[in-house]
């Protein structure tokens, strides 16, 4: 639920990766990949294991919030976390660890392409809503160096400014020096931006440590609380009207 949507709001600030963007079909795509490799499983069989090391190692992790961050550390995650799908999926009992070490980096290229990506399908109108309606728009998120070159790809990249990356800024969500760092380049005060994402700890509880109001996007069945469905839950808000008649 969007809550004081009639606050004096001048920008929305937005995570990336399930909140603006996703990679469809990323079972299918793993499954085809390891087929190639000979190492078979079915579709249903991956996106299990994989959910599970994502809401182990991503979603539930344990942070203290001050981890530097980069591009090495960035691929360091996800290839222990493609590590630990393969063992759960009895990746060790029939490959060297030489190639499951190949894999996982393989797998991480592949997942960092813009080729995989695509918007959600309330994302193109709601931003340009935004725009139509005088916000400026904004991206903090954690990923890889590529985002830049898959909003590019996209064609959406024009919307946002600043665009904060963390293995480029060496911060990391939920630290939330990242979202002063998004201010102070945004020229913005907190109380001027709403910041939208899918994560409770990261895109939550850390804008609230310096002052930003955030709003969950729910995305899938495993987000839980309150929330909205769609970025169009935004702009259709009672009370969220033009800046310019702030």
Same mark, same amino acid.
């Given at each position: ?65 001050? *981890? !530097?961050?980069? $591009? =090495? ?5 996800? +290839?222990?976390?493609?590590? %630990?799908? &393969?063992? *759960? !999926?009895?990746? $060790? =009992? ?5 190639? +499951?070490?190949?894999?996982? %980096?393989? &797998?991480?290229? !592949? ?136």
């Amino acid at each position: 639920m969007l809550q004081n949507p009639s606050l004096d709001y001048q920008a929305v600030f937005f995570d990336a990766g399930d909140t603006l963007l996703t990679v469809p079909g990323a079972r299918e795509t793993m499954q085809r990949y390891l087929g190639e490799h000979a190492f078979h499983r079915t579709a249903e069989q991956i996106g299990e294991r994989f959910d599970t090391a994502f809401r182990l190692l991503y979603y539930n992790k344990p942070v203290l919030g001050n *981890e !530097l961050c980069s $591009p =090495e550390s960035d691929r360091a995650f996800w +290839i222990q976390l493609y590590r %630990h799908m &393969l063992a *759960e !999926l009895g990746a $060790p =009992e029939q490959v060297e660890e030489e190639m +499951i070490h190949r894999w996982c %980096h393989e &797998l991480y290229d !592949l997942f960092v392409s813009p080729e995989q990506y695509v918007l959600f399908d309330d994302v193109r109108d709601t931003l340009e809503e935004l725009k139509l309606r005088g916000y400026r728009m904004a991206i903090v998120s954690n990923f890889a160096p590529t985002l830049r070159s898959i909003l590019h790809y996209m064609r959406i990249d024009h919307y946002f400014d600043p665009i904060i990356v963390s293995t480029e800024v060496g911060l990391e969500k939920p630290n939330p020096a990242i979202f002063q760092l998004a201010l102070e380049q945004s020229g913005l005060l907190a109380r001027q931006v709403l910041y939208v994402g899918d994560h409770d700890q990261n895109d939550i509880w850390a804008p609230n440590q310096v002052g930003i109001q955030a709003v969950k996007i729910k995305r899938y069945a495993y987000h839980s609380g309150d929330g909205i469905h769609s970025l169009r839950d935004l702009w259709q808000a009672p009370g969220f009207t033009s800046t310019s008649e702030k």
